[in-house]
Each structure stands twice: as C-alpha cells, then as structure tokens.
C-alpha cells in the first residue's frame, strides 16, 4: 500500500519483490535487494531515494524464521498475537527495462530482533501500527530522523510463534496448510 500525494488517497498495488531502482540497469539487482536494513537506509544508493519519496506498506498475515537445531533446521511462523494483518515498512520503486516495460518494485525493511525472535534470527521486519502509517506513507509530514525512529523492533507481546512443516522451505509448495502448527523438534 502506498500513498498517492496526486490522488490524495492510498492505493495497493502489485509489485515484485526486490527493490529494481529507477537507475538500475538491470533487474537482476532485485535478487540482492529484497531486504534492507533500517540502518542506513537513508544514505544506501539503491534505498536513498525511495526512503526519501517512496515508502508503502506490505500487509503480511505471517512471515517464517528458521531455528537451526543439532539434527538440522525448523521453520516457525510468526504474527501478530491479535488476528489480522500485518503493515510492514517497505521502499518502492519504478524501473524502465531496456525493452521499454515498466517494473514496480519493493523492498521489505528489517530491524535488530526483538529478544522474542532472538533466538530464531538476529533480524525481523519492521511491523508498523495503524496510528504509525500516515508518518510513513507520507500522508503527514515526518523529518527524516522522524521516520527513522519508527524503524524499531515490534513489541514482543504483540507476536507468536509457532513450529511449521518444512515443506515452507519449497517455493514450489504454496497452500494454507504450511502455516498450520506442528509439533515442535528437538
């Protein structure tokens, strides 16, 4: 979801996973821009200007982390503890390809670890309450140093976890049964 200052309203659209920036000359950039860090957001190359004019929002219902156990590895899910969708910051971008197409394009903005997802991984998304969207969409008016403080880690007592099968980890297996619990290894 984004904000259209020229509409005046928000807008979801569908883009690609992996921040293409405008300047780029090839898409393939995306591969490696997935994800970014909050530090130094502002002063990164392909994230400058983005965080500058082009923040959204990426609803997630869940996001998984692997704990890596003696006999291998275990996916968790993790959401909110109350039902609903997540907001999570993000960066958006448009790329002209070569052959004249036009690619929208996102990154998924990440933050230290809560001490609750610690043990799973030493980064997470940063998750943004309702009251914290206008700031970020840019709706209302935010100072950099303004938005760079909402890029914190989530309240630990706003999430759970749960252990999930590892047929997640298949980017060819994509039903609601990977989110269902299983009963945790080790």
């Known amino acids: 979801m984004r904000f259209d200052p020229r509409a005046g ?16 000359k090839d898409i393939k950039i995306g591969y490696s821009t997935f ?9 990164r190359s392909a994230f400058k200007e983005p965080f500058r004019r082009r923040r959204c929002l990426v609803p997630f219902d869940n996001f998984y982390e692997w704990k890596t156990l003696a006999d ?12 609903g969708l997540m907001a999570v910051a993000g960066l958006w971008d448009n790329w002209r390809s070569p052959q004249g197409e036009w ?13 609750f997802l ?16 206008p700031r970020w969409l840019g709706e209302t008016p935010a100072e950099p140093q303004e938005l760079r403080s909402l890029l914190q880690p989530y309240r630990e007592d706003g999430l759970v976890m749960w252990p999930i099968d590892k047929r997640v980890g298949n980017v060819r297996n994509n039903d609601p049964g990977l989110v269902e619990p299983i009963a945790a290894a080790g």
């Open 9 to 24: 309203e928000r807008s979801l659209d569908l883009a690609r996973w992996g921040l293409v920036p405008y300047w780029a």
């Open 35 to 43: 994800n970014t860090k909050a530090e130094g957001i502002a002063e």
């Open 72 to 83: 291998g590895k275990q996916p968790y899910a993790i959401a909110r503890a109350d039902p």
């Open 103 to 115: 690619v929208r394009s996102f990154t998924v903005v990440t933050t230290a670890a809560n001490r």
């Open 118 to 133: 610690a043990e799973l991984h030493d980064r997470m998304p940063v998750i943004l309450d309702p009251p914290d969207w």
